[in-house]
């Protein structure tokens, strides 16, 4: 079974850097997508960033420049790197694993993945 476990979360100022991780463990992701999502009471629950088995890369319009996803070289823990975070970034970040190829840009839709972590709450204040 598939375990993700993320850790890093924090407070940060405006315009300062964080950098949160996700541990897998219990499974290879070398054929999953891979995300970061997180979640507010303002907008509820959102698709932050993307990194499929090909590495490709996707991003939401609002995190675009600022934001970062990246795996290591095992493919074992996903990053998030966070550059000039914003007020309006603040949430619970949970990264994500689906069992198997995303379609037609619906890599941003909770629906698609099969593995949840925990979460992590970052907090930016400005």
């Known amino acids: 079974q598939v375990q993700l476990v993320e850790s890093g979360g924090g407070s940060v100022q405006a315009g300062g850097s964080l950098n949160i991780s996700c541990e897998a463990s219990?499974?290879?992701?070398?054929?999953?997508?891979m995300a970061w999502f997180r979640q507010s009471p303002e907008k509820g629950r959102e698709g932050v960033a993307l990194?499929?088995?090909?590495?490709?890369?996707s991003y939401r319009d609002s995190v675009k420049g600022r934001f970062s996803i990246s795996r290591d070289v095992a493919w074992k823990t996903l990053y998030l790197q966070m550059n000039s975070p914003k007020p309006e970034d603040t949430a619970m970040y949970s990264c994500a694993g689906s069992s198997g190829p995303i379609y037609g840009g619906r890599w941003y839709l909770a629906d698609e993945y099969d593995y949840w972590g925990q979460g992590t709450q970052v907090t930016v204040s400005s």
């Open positions: 990194l499929d088995s090909n590495g490709v890369i």
């Open positions: 219990g499974g290879s992701f070398s054929t999953n997508c």
